[in-house]
């Protein structure tokens, strides 16, 4: 088994989706406190249990809602809330996958299996975008 060589200095991928993990996880964190303030603004803090109003900040759809005391579901059916959802959806996939792939390549040591693994993340980070993102827009 050979050893995988050291990154290059500069900008190159891995860097990339070092940067990408650290921005990311900010990047959600700032989408779940956007999520908390705004349903509590719009109510949230007089219909809401507190793991109603944590799940709504995590995962901003509006099915989360319907079991709570909210009376007005449209509402929370706007386009900033789909925009949320698809953001949190998009970020929290990316960043999930990006650290399996991590954590496989260590284990890896041929270029070209890399390279397939890459593409292979890919593809089923796609895929769980568009599915994410129908399930926001239907419901």
């Not at 940067?19 to 109510?43: K, Q």
């Not at 960043?95 to 890896?108: A, F, K, N, Q, R």
């Not at 041929?110 to 599915?131: D, E, F, K, S």
Request: charged share 10%; hydrophobic share 60%.
């Amino acid at each position: 088994m050979s050893m995988r060589p050291a990154p290059k200095i500069g900008l190159h991928f891995d860097y990339v989706m070092w940067l990408f993990t650290r921005l990311s996880a900010l990047a959600m964190y700032a989408l779940a406190i956007i999520g908390v303030i705004g349903a509590l603004w719009m109510g949230a803090r007089t219909s809401m249990k507190l793991p109603d109003l944590m799940r709504w900040a995590f995962m901003p759809e509006a099915t989360h809602v319907s079991t709570t005391n909210v009376t007005n579901l449209l509402a929370w059916k706007t386009l900033f809330w789909q925009v949320m959802g698809g953001l949190v959806v998009i970020l929290a996939s990316a960043h999930g996958l990006h650290g399996v792939l991590s954590v496989l390549e260590d284990y890896l040591s041929g270029a070209r299996l890399r390279q397939v693994l890459r593409l292979l993340v890919l593809v089923i980070w796609l895929a769980i975008c568009a599915a994410g993102i129908y399930v926001i827009r239907i419901f």
